[in-house]
């Protein structure tokens, strides 16, 4: 039995009630998205880090069950082709310290001895599921100081300290995913970034439309 919180605790839950995703699902599944790494999203997200000055970005589709980086940089650039050296979903790690930020990266870089890049995420770790179902960007600027934000598992297991991302709504109106990117330091993004972020999720959202359009 699952436990339904009362109303007045609602602004504390950790992760948002997503009544879209079944939609999502569907309309992921006709777009082929998803389901592999894309080198062209890849590039998207190099591109992104490099305007934003990020050290991890990310081409975000989220699921029922899991968020997927179809499109994902990492420091250093290291991530793989379609169909290489993407693991799967980790066990959900505990601890704190440096210990925890440590097995936390591995999050992004999957088992890094041999499988390179892991692209998976629980559903319940970061903020892009708060983006997708408030529907609009979410900037923050330092996770800890917004106590609904600083309790999620990826400040600890990850060590993740600033974040901002923008929903990815295509022309049905759902909200496909996200773009975003994440630092282990506080970062001032100011409405010089909010501005960035909204602007390449508007640019991925048409290409995306254009390439069901049969134009890429």
């Given at each position: 039995?699952?436990?339904?919180?009362?109303?007045?605790?609602?602004?504390?839950?950790?992760?948002?009630?997503?009544?879209?995703?079944?939609?999502?699902?569907?309309?992921?599944?006709?777009?082929?998205?998803?389901?592999?790494?894309?080198?062209?999203?890849?590039?998207?997200?190099?591109?992104?880090?490099?305007?934003?000055?990020a050290p991890y970005a990310m081409v975000n589709f989220i699921d029922e069950n899991r968020q997927f980086f179809a499109g994902?940089?990492?420091?250093?650039?290291?991530?793989?082709?379609?169909?290489?050296?993407?693991?799967?979903?980790?066990?959900?790690?505990?601890?704190?310290?440096a210990h925890a930020v440590h097995r936390g990266v591995q999050g992004f870089h999957g088992v890094e001895r041999s499988h390179?890049?892991?692209?998976?995420?629980?559903?319940?770790?970061?903020?892009?599921?708060?983006?997708?179902?408030?529907?609009?960007?979410?900037?923050l600027e330092d996770v800890c100081d917004f106590p609904r934000f600083a309790g999620n598992p990826v400040v600890d297991e990850?060590?993740?300290?600033?974040?901002?991302?923008?929903?990815?709504?295509?022309?049905?109106?759902?909200?496909?995913?996200?773009?975003?990117?994440?630092?282990?330091?506080?970062?001032?993004?100011?409405?010089?970034?909010?501005?960035?972020?909204?602007?390449?999720?508007?640019?991925?959202?048409?290409?995306?439309?254009?390439?069901?359009?049969?134009?890429?």
């Amino acid at each position: 039995m699952r436990y339904h919180p009362p109303a007045s605790a609602a602004p504390l839950l950790l992760t948002p009630v997503d009544s879209e995703a079944p939609a999502r699902m569907q309309r992921l599944r006709v777009l082929g998205l998803g389901e592999r790494p894309e080198p062209t999203l890849d590039a998207f997200a190099d591109r992104l880090a490099e305007v934003t000055g990020a050290p991890y970005a990310m081409v975000n589709f989220i699921d029922e069950n899991r968020q997927f980086f179809a499109g994902l940089h990492v420091p250093g650039g290291r991530h793989t082709g379609i169909g290489r050296g993407v693991a799967e979903p980790a066990a959900v790690t505990h601890g704190h310290g440096a210990h925890a930020v440590h097995r936390g990266v591995q999050g992004f870089h999957g088992v890094e001895r041999s499988h390179g890049v892991n692209r998976y995420m629980a559903r319940d770790h970061g903020y892009c599921p708060h983006v997708v179902v408030r529907r609009k960007a979410l900037v923050l600027e330092d996770v800890c100081d917004f106590p609904r934000f600083a309790g999620n598992p990826v400040v600890d297991e990850i060590g993740i300290r600033s974040y901002m991302g923008a929903p990815l709504i295509d022309r049905t109106g759902i909200a496909l995913g996200t773009v975003c990117v994440v630092d282990t330091e506080p970062r001032p993004w100011g409405r010089a970034g909010l501005e960035t972020i909204k602007s390449m999720a508007a640019e991925l959202t048409e290409r995306i439309q254009a390439r069901e359009d049969g134009g890429i």
